[in-house]
Every structure is written in C-alpha cells, then in structure tokens.
C-alpha cells in the first residue's frame, strides 16, 4: 500500500508513505521532495525506510536495514543531470541458521554503513514517467567510509532505450551493470553485494 501526493498544499512538493507487509518482507518508507530548493532549479529531499526480509529457506537467516538518505538534485544541462545523496544506514543479520554458509555466520550482527554517492543522467526521452521514445544513461557511484563499519566503492551503469513499433506498443530495452570492491584492507559484505 502506497499513498503519494505530487502536489502538496500547492506548493509542487512531492511526499509519499509506503509499505509491505508479505510473510517473508517488511517494508515501510517515506519520501519528500522539495521542488526548486532556495528559488532554484534543484530538489532536495530525503528518503527514509525500514526492511525486514526472511531468507531462512534459502540461505538461514534474516536482514533488516533501516536508513536515511537525504539528497539533492540539479540539472547541468537540458539532458543531463546530477543527484548527490549521503546515506546512513545499519544492516543487521540475525536468527542464523546452525547449518547456514559460513559467510553468513560472519556476516551476523549490525553494521554501520556511512557514504555519499552520486548519479549522473543523461536523459533523451520523450517521458521520464511513461517514455515511448528515446534514451537514457546512468553512472552511479557510492563511496561507503565517512564513518560507519565499513569502506567500499561501487560503481553502476545503466542504460534504457526505447522505441514506438506501433500506436500503443513500444520496445523497451534496458541494461544494467555494477562493481564492487573493499577500500584498503576492507572486504565487501554479505550485506552490501549484488542480490
């Protein structure tokens, strides 16, 4: 269940309640955004959630992550644009299972995680909502270690491209790639690796 507000006392800000409630996830979050932050053309928000997942039959154990993300975003040119966001966050796995892997059995307890990140756009469809035609790409960067438990860089790029073959049909082709690695002596964690 999700309830979203784009237009907020008129004011053009953006704010939304969600969650899920499955019998293996958790889910509750909130968002707002601020539209043209300080008079100019850039948004500020924040996101804030909470997650419980149950990987008991897959793997033997249970994740929870609650965080804040407070963010700002800001065009560069007419298609391209920059979001900047910090994220503080804890990670925890607990209830692990006597026969689960023993990365797993390393990985329990709660960590820390303290980063700023950002994503570049550039953004040639004709609706970012419901595109038809056009293109996008996306970098993404995350620098885990301002503080926290644990250092990591991760790097991510996407990309979407999309066609009209006919009135209401259109081709939609999208790819996704990403690395991860530890800073220093770090190695990356259970907690923060592709699923």
Do not use: C, W
């Not at 249970?62 to 975003?73: L, N, S």
């Amino acid at each position: 269940v999700s309830i979203r507000e784009r237009n907020l006392l008129g004011r053009g800000q953006d704010i939304r309640l969600g969650g899920t409630i499955a019998a293996r996830r958790q889910l509750v979050e909130f968002s707002f955004t601020q539209p043209y932050f300080l008079d100019r053309a850039m948004s500020a928000g924040v996101d804030i959630f909470r997650s419980q997942r149950d990987f008991q039959r897959e793997s033997g154990y249970d994740y929870r992550t609650t965080g804040i993300v407070p963010r700002m975003a800001y065009p560069i040119s007419e298609y391209l644009s920059q979001e900047l966001r910090y994220t503080l966050r804890t990670d925890e796995i607990t209830n692990v299972a006597a026969g689960a892997a023993d990365i797993i059995k390393d990985a329990s307890g709660d960590i820390l995680l303290s980063g700023f990140g950002h994503t570049t756009s550039y953004d040639r469809r004709d609706d970012r909502q419901d595109p038809t035609d056009g293109y996008f790409l996306r970098l993404t960067n995350d620098v885990a270690g301002a503080g926290g438990d644990v250092k990591f860089l991760r790097t991510g790029v996407s990309a979407g491209f999309f066609y009209p073959l006919a009135p209401e049909y259109v081709i939609a082709l999208l790819a996704e790639t990403g690395h991860i690695f530890g800073l220093g002596t770090d190695r990356v964690r259970l907690q923060h690796r592709y699923f």
